[in-house]
Structure formats: C-alpha cells, structure tokens
C-alpha cells in the first residue's frame, strides 16, 4: 500500500512537471521571439537592453529570489547530499522555482545566451519534493529519490527526452545504479515524458535529422573533432568552476563587491558578442543549431567560439539559466567549423559529432551526450559516431578540467550553504554570501 501511494505520487509530480514545463517551453519561445522583434533592425538596442536586463535580473535574484541564481542542476545535486529536509526544503522550496520560472524567462527576453533545462531540472526536483510531502513520511533515501525522479523528469521536459532524462539522472546526479531507485526514475521520466506527448504531440527537440556516416577516411575525423570539443569543453567547464582564476582581480573585487554592476557589465559585453554574430548568439541559438542538424546549413565559421563566449558571459553575471542547451549550439559550430575547413564534409553528420564532443566535455557523462543527441535529433543511424565523439570527449576534457562541472559546484554550493570557506567560489551559481 505504501508502495502503490508512493508511486502515484511520483507520477502526480512528474505529471504537474510535465505542465509546468509545457508553459515554462512556451514561455521561453515566446520571451526569445520578443527579444528577436523587439532588436530586428535595431543593431544598437542590444547595448541597451542586455545591461539593463541582466542588472535587473542579478537585483532581483538577490533581492527576491535568493538561491534561484545559475543552472539549478548544481542546486539539486547539493540536495541529493542534505541530511537535513529543512535544507532540502529551502534549496527546492516553491519560493525558488517561481523565481526560476520568471527570471528565466526575463534572462531569456533581454537576449541572455541561457538554456531551458537547469531550471525545468531544478523546478522539477521542487515539485517532487512538495509533493513528497503528501502523507509520505519522511527520510534522506526518500528525498534523494523524489530529487533523481525530479532531475529525470526535469530533462526529460526540457528536452522531450525520456530515456536522456533517465539517464541522466543515473550516470550523472546518482553517480551510481540501484534497482529500486531507477524504477521510480523511469516512472517519472515517463510520466512526464506522456503528459507532453499527450498535449504536444511527439516533436524531437532539433527536429528530425537524416545524416549519416558512410565508412571510409573521413572517420578519422571524428576523433579529431570529438577531442577539439572535448577540450573547448572541459575549458568552459573549468571556468564555470574557478572564474576567479580567469579574470583580473580586478574584475574579481567588482563581482564580488557590486554584483548588479558586474552584471550590467556582462550585458554588455553579450551586446558587444551578439553585434559581432549579428545575433546568432542570443538566447539558446536554438534555430542555428537546428537549421545545421537538419538542413545542413553550416553556421559561420566563428559561431563556435562567439556563442562559447556569449554563454561564459551571460552564466557568470549571475542570472538564473542552464548551460546545456547553449552547449549543445556550440557544439553545433565546433562540428561544423570541420565542414568549413574540408570540402564535401557532411554537415549534419559533423554538427552532431562536434555536439556530442563538446557538451560531453562540457558535463563529462558520455552516455548522457550520447542519448540527448540522438533523442534530440531522432536519428539512431549516428549513434556509433556520437557515442565514439562522447567518450573521446569527455576522455580529452579531464586532461582540462579533472571535476565534473555539476559536481563541483554542487560542493560549492554546499559549502556556502554550510558556511564554510571556499578558495574563489563560483558565485554565479551560489547563493549570496
């Protein structure tokens, strides 16, 4: 009977997640389509709106919404090792993912180069833990089963992307396989996974994409691309995880002492980026990476290392928003950028190997990469290729970074909420001090 009650609400959680994230997914098409009209033809506005919008936000993290600042995905790891449920309860709370929700989509509506998936992650673990609160008594194996099944639902939300979800939040939240714990993942990743199939329809998240691979030379290509973004990765990972060691101390004292300052600094640094993209860097760059998958069309040559910068920019300044999708476009144009250098190079094929290389460097869970891409894509031809770029990627980016990113800041994370010193946090993703 326990059991039975506890299973039905799993699926009630992963359900209301699953509706959460339909708006939230509309939300966040609708805020980058503001953004998009709002500076067509007017080159000059992004210099205003990215500072303004970004100070706005970075106020209002702290001043509102205190906790609800970076991914979410750290956050929820941190929740995984609380003992404490009061802990849990305020890294989770109701508080923290409405600010999520709106200051996400704020992030995305002045051109911030973010992702979807971190919050829907860190609402999704929120919603499992208040309704875990429904007559289930509680426990620290039983909150850290309500924040996997969150985290899978999470994913699996964001990006229509069941078995991702699942394991994603095996190889990289859990770091670990138990029986019992995966039964209530899969029922939650797929109760979610139904409630948007049920309203939207089945829609793989880039679209459905035909490429493939003929054997012959050019494999020896796909580990050369897969290494290059396996290291551009594990880069941008290392400095998410010790910013301060990347910028002057000058910058530093500013970060630290005048955030909302900082933040308008960084808003327009991202217009400065974004006006040397003519805006293909804004918000998740989600219709380049699209048109290259499914179309072939190849981005400009300097898509790769432009967005890389404009995602570093918008992250640090301290405003809520994830870093997979914006990853997974900058693997889009590592990929791609092969295609530029080599005649006749497949594009599609390329922009998915350059995408499971990069965001496999980026987070270090090759099987993660190697199912969002697929699951993302609909085309299971490439899962060879894909899987061999994952492995290789993530294998090149702990030459780079030698910490799982998530990992990392959830320590860091943990730290602050625990009152500890930290040797130069991450305060993007932190909670102020």
Same mark, same amino acid.
């Given at each position: 009977m326990a059991a039975t009650k506890r299973n039905v609400i799993f699926v009630l959680a992963a359900v209301i997640t699953g509706l959460i994230s339909i708006v939230f997914g509309l939300g966040v098409i609708r805020a980058s389509a503001f953004f998009a009209t709002l500076t067509t033809g007017r080159e000059w506005l992004p210099f205003l709106l990215c500072p303004a919008g970004l100070a706005l936000i970075v106020f209002l993290t702290r001043s509102v919404f205190p906790g609800a600042q970076g991914s979410g995905i750290p956050q929820a790891m941190a929740g995984l090792q609380m003992q404490d449920p009061a802990d849990v309860d305020s890294v989770l709370s109701l508080r923290i993912a409405a600010g999520k929700f709106l200051l996400t989509l704020l992030g995305f509506a002045v051109g911030a180069s973010i992702g979807k998936e971190g919050p829907t992650v860190q609402i999704g673990c929120a919603t499992m833990n208040i309704c875990?609160? %429904?007559? *289930?008594?509680?426990?620290? @194996?039983?909150?850290?089963? %309500?924040? *996997?099944?969150?985290?899978? @639902?999470?994913?699996?939300?964001?990006?229509?992307?069941?078995?991702?979800?699942?394991?994603?939040?095996?190889?990289?939240?859990?770091r670990s396989f138990d029986d019992r714990q995966v039964r209530s993942i899969i029922l939650a990743a797929f109760a979610s996974g139904i409630t948007l199939f049920l309203v939207l329809g089945y829609q793989p998240y880039f679209g459905f994409s035909r490429a493939t691979l003929a054997l012959g030379s050019i494999w020896l290509l796909v580990p050369v691309c897969a290494v290059v973004g396996g290291l551009a990765g594990g880069l941008f990972a290392q400095i998410l995880i010790m910013p301060a060691r990347f910028m002057p101390a000058s910058v530093n004292r500013l970060a630290r002492s005048r955030p909302v300052v900082f933040a308008a600094l960084c808003g327009l640094i991202l217009a400065a980026i974004g006006f040397a993209s003519h805006g293909q860097v804004y918000d998740a760059s989600y219709g380049e990476a699209r048109e290259a998958l499914t179309r072939g069309v190849l981005p400009p040559l300097e898509f790769a290392p432009l967005k890389f910068l404009a995602t570093l920019v918008s992250y640090l300044s301290g405003i809520p928003g994830g870093i997979f999708a914006p990853s997974l476009a900058v693997g889009v144009g590592v990929g791609t950028a092969f295609a530029h250098l080599i005649p006749n190079l497949p594009v599609a094929a390329f922009a998915m190997i350059g995408m499971a290389g990069y965001f496999a460097g980026v987070v270090q869970s090759p099987l993660t990469a190697t199912a969002i891409v697929i699951e993302m894509t609909s085309n299971p031809a490439m899962t060879v290729p894909v899987g061999v770029a994952a492995i290789l990627g993530t294998m090149a980016s702990r030459v780079v970074c030698k910490e799982p990113v998530y990992h990392a800041m959830a320590q860091q994370f943990l730290r602050v909420v625990e009152h500890k010193p930290v040797a130069a946090p991450n305060t993007a993703g932190l909670p102020p001090e």
């Open positions: 875990g609160r %429904l007559g *289930l008594e509680r426990s620290h @194996a039983l909150q850290r089963l %309500l924040i *996997l099944a969150g985290g899978a @639902a999470g994913i699996t939300c964001a990006f229509n992307a069941p078995i991702a979800g699942i394991i994603f939040a095996i190889e990289e939240m859990a």
